[in-house]
């Protein structure tokens, strides 16, 4: 059975860190790419960052370049978001997604985690 | 980056009800159109790729249809399990892929 499982959120002051986690299990964590996506309380779903297969090719939304990294270790089938000088507007809960190829562009987000809350208040 | 709308926001159905969600992208995003059902305190679950294409397991009550910039999601006959938010998701252009910003199905 394929799962994902987010953790590592938790409160956190304006300008914090906080490293999210997503443990993968029931299939093969390194032929597939992965997003996190996060939504805000009450709100809808936002890209926030992507990253390959094998780890070469990342992606951020512009609201968090600079500020979050994504990762993944396929040693530990984890993939990883360490996110920094967090505001306010960050908070929201944060979903892994296994993303799922068809052809050149096509692609779907075929399971997610139960997402991980991230709160920003001092 | 592509924005894409869904009309309604909400909506109020009964138990066997037709119900029809409509997704509008602002330029042309062929059939690069996925759509998501969401309940509360969940991830969200696919339900159609590329346009019209029933993910494995989905009931066939759910179809997808549309190419271009306008979209539609069919519930042919409600059930109480489908009361929940739908979105749909472009991938034509990403990153980032984008997300309406959702419709909430609620019980009439």
């Known amino acids: 059975e394929v799962q994902l499982v987010e953790s590592g959120g938790g409160l956190v002051q304006p300008g914090g860190s906080l490293r999210l986690s997503c443990a993968a299990s029931g299939f093969t964590f390194s032929s597939f790419a992965f997003h996190w996506v996060r939504q805000a309380p009450g709100k809808g779903l936002e890209f926030v960052s992507a990253i390959s297969s094998n780890g070469g090719t990342t992606y951020y939304a512009n609201s968090v370049e600079g500020r979050f990294t994504i990762s993944r270790d396929n040693s530990k089938n984890t993939l990883y978001l360490q996110m920094g000088s967090l505001r306010a507007e960050d908070m929201a809960v944060y979903y892994c997604?296994?993303?799922?190829?068809?052809?050149?562009?096509?692609?779907?987000?075929?399971?997610w985690g139960q997402g991980t809350l991230v709160t920003v208040s001092s | 980056d592509i924005q894409m709308t869904q009309s309604p926001s909400s909506l109020s159905a009964s138990v066997g009800d037709r119900v029809t969600i409509t997704c509008r992208a602002s330029q042309s995003i062929s059939n690069y159109l996925n759509w998501y059902q969401q309940k509360p305190g969940k991830g969200p679950k696919l339900l159609i790729y590329?346009?019209?294409s029933l993910q494995s397991e989905v009931p066939s009550r759910f179809s997808g249809s549309g190419s271009g910039t306008d979209f539609t999601l069919i519930i042919s006959s409600l059930q109480p399990e489908d009361f929940a938010t739908y979105y749909c998701q472009q991938t034509y252009s990403s990153p980032p892929d984008t997300f309406g910003q959702g419709t909430r199905l609620e019980i009439k």
């Open positions: 997604a296994r993303k799922q190829r068809l052809t050149q562009g096509h692609y779907y987000f075929d399971y």
């Open positions: 590329a346009a019209s």
